[in-house]
């Protein structure tokens, strides 16, 4: 029997509850909390539109209210979402988790040049 791939936002709690986060709030959008550090989660699915989607830039919130944002999507979606966030320049630092069917996931960061 192949293996059953949550959807990206079960994925993204399971992965934040793993390290540790306290995780609150419903959907695909959601805050983790540990110790001091505060980040707002937003796990996109297959076929997001990431050319339309505000999120990506601001997520209709103040760019003051979350310095932390990490985006999980499938693996192979990894690539458009880091060049997606490098084209707007967000002013918020940011994570990228590729999550695979399996649940294991990587953790890209920005370039730092």
């Not at 550090?37 to 999120?55: E, M, P, Q, Y």
Request: negative net charge.
């Amino acid at each position: 029997m192949p293996p059953v791939s949550m959807p990206p936002s079960e994925d993204a709690r399971a992965i934040f509850s793993r390290l540790g986060y306290s995780v609150s709030g419903d959907g695909p959008d959601f805050v983790a909390e540990r110790k001091w550090r505060t980040v707002r989660v937003t796990a996109l699915s297959d076929g997001d539109d990431l050319n339309g989607r505000r999120v990506l830039a601001d997520g209709g919130e103040p760019s003051d209210t979350y310095r932390f944002r990490c985006f999980v999507a499938p693996k192979e979606a990894t690539g458009d979402v880091q060049n997606r966030l490098a084209s707007v320049d967000p002013a918020y630092e940011w994570a990228v988790i590729g999550v695979d069917d399996d649940g294991e996931y990587d953790v890209h960061l920005p370039d730092a040049s």
